[in-house]
């Protein structure tokens, strides 16, 4: 037996040497797309915001403490701004959501976590309480969530990319401090590619994986031969009193997941390659029974999704231009220092069956890279984090000319 086994496995190698040579020479990335759901986007869906001047962006501050904020949250009682930061050199080294494999060399990814309070301006820089010690901190989305009956605490949601796997933390903050403590990290298989979290409970939220593959030849291939219209969708998951976690699957696949907010029993995801934000409604008021109720093409590549104290519209961050990923990633220090990537802020009005409104954009200069944008009415500030940027985020005074109500 043993010749022929030989024989079977030279075969075999062979065989993958050769489809190793026709993927490379491009002859059979059109069948591998073809059978595998690749999905193609019709570019010109995402171009509705191309070229257009700046609007509302007069009067914006970087921050140049704060580096690669992804996400943003503002508690409007507060007029405090949350955000989700780090390190652009890190996140070369490793940030699933951009492609990159887990490095050994290093012993420690360390990223940050800021408020900002929007009366006076004043950032600080938050210290995580009751984290294992040497934990990777990689930063992604970020949600707050009330605390029932005590206003002076706020819990704070933020996905985490360790080495080893994702999880979901979830803080609780007495506002005015300077600390997150940590009340409970969520681990389970389906919280494998995090993007954004929105709470929907004490514990128990949404989460949106942008890929399928977290990491491995596997997420190679997903890389090259994707975006495919099964990988990606929003997950609900819970924890219980025995401290068990389940997740379910309660939205269609699409081809990248991306942002995610929660309005009263309205859910809406964001699609970061296709451009569109659908929109769910909760059966009964449950969160793990969701019903989609309409598609709207926002016009661009749709980033993270907010919620506008007040009139509990949606705001979308997008990539009016489109997004360069693989020339901003060569060289972050060069982000709104020689490379820009305008942005564009969009509302959907929900009693205008969510048509697109836009509310600001910016050539780049100022907010470049923008992955999220979110409002304070009462102070009149937007606030945009940059998720690779050197200068992770600013705070713009918003004209008398945006209506916010
Ligand atoms: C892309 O968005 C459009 C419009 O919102 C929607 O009709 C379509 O189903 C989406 N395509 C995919 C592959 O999700």
């Known amino acids: 037996m043993a010749p022929n086994i030989g024989r079977v496995s030279i075969l075999v190698a062979l065989a993958a040497v050769s489809i ?12 591998i797309e073809a059978t595998t759901g690749h999905v193609v986007i019709d570019e010109s869906r995402l171009a509705n915001w ?6 509302a962006n007069g009067q914006c501050t970087v921050d140049f403490v704060a ?3 992804e996400d943003v949250n503002v508690h409007a009682a507060s007029s405090t701004a949350f955000l989700t930061c780090g390190d652009p050199a890190g996140r070369v080294q490793w940030f699933p959501s951009s492609g990159y494999q887990p490095t050994t060399n290093r012993a420690r990814f360390e990223e940050q976590y800021f408020k900002v309070n929007l009366k006076t301006g004043k950032r600080t820089e938050l210290m995580l309480k009751g984290l294992p010690e040497g934990h990777d901190i990689v930063t992604h989305g970020l949600d707050i969530f009330p605390v029932e009956g005590d206003d002076s605490k706020i819990l704070v949601f933020a996905v985490n990319h360790a080495r080893e796997r994702d999880s979901i933390f979830i803080f609780e903050h007495t506002l005015g401090t300077n600390v997150l403590n940590l009340a409970k990290s969520v681990e389970h298989p389906a ?4 993007n954004s979290v929105a709470a929907v409970g004490p514990r128990s939220f949404y989460i949106t994986n942008d890929h399928y593959y977290p990491r491995g030849i596997l997420r190679q291939l997903e890389d090259k031969f994707g975006p495919w219209s099964w990988a990606t969708s929003v997950q609900h998951c819970a924890v219980d009193e025995q401290d068990k976690v389940t997740c379910k699957e309660v939205t269609h696949t699409m081809p990248c997941a991306n942002g995610l907010a929660v309005a009263g029993d309205r859910v809406f995801v964001g699609d970061s390659k296709n451009g569109s934000v659908s929109v769910y ?7 793990n029974d969701l019903r989609r109720i309409a598609d709207i093409d926002v016009g661009a590549i749709a980033d993270n999704i907010k919620i506008l104290a007040g009139t509990q519209d949606p705001l979308v961050t997008v990539f009016p231009d489109g997004e360069e990923l693989p020339l901003f990633l060569k060289d972050v220090s060069a982000l709104g220092k020689t490379v820009f990537a305008p942005t564009a802020v969009l509302r959907l009005r ?3 069956n969510y ?4 509310i600001l954009r910016d050539d780049g200069k100022h907010l470049t890279d923008m992955t999220a944008a979110d409002i304070d009415p009462k ?3 937007l606030v945009g984090a940059s998720f690779l940027k050197y200068g992770g985020f600013a705070v713009c005074k918003l004209p008398s000319s945006v209506n916010l109500s």
Do not use: F
Not at 50 to 55: E, F, R, S
Not at 281 to 287: F, G, L, S, T, Y
């Open 67 to 69: 580096n690669a904020c």
């Open 50 to 55: 191309a070229n257009l001047p700046d609007v």
């Open 379 to 381: 102070t009149r500030t």
């Open 191 to 194: 919280i494998k590619c995090a």
């Open 350 to 352: 929900a009693d205008k």
């Open 281 to 287: 409604e909760m059966i009964n008021k449950q969160p």
């Open 20 to 31: 190793v040579h026709l993927i490379n020479s491009g002859s059979l990335n059109g069948l």
């Open 355 to 358: 048509t697109p409104e836009l």
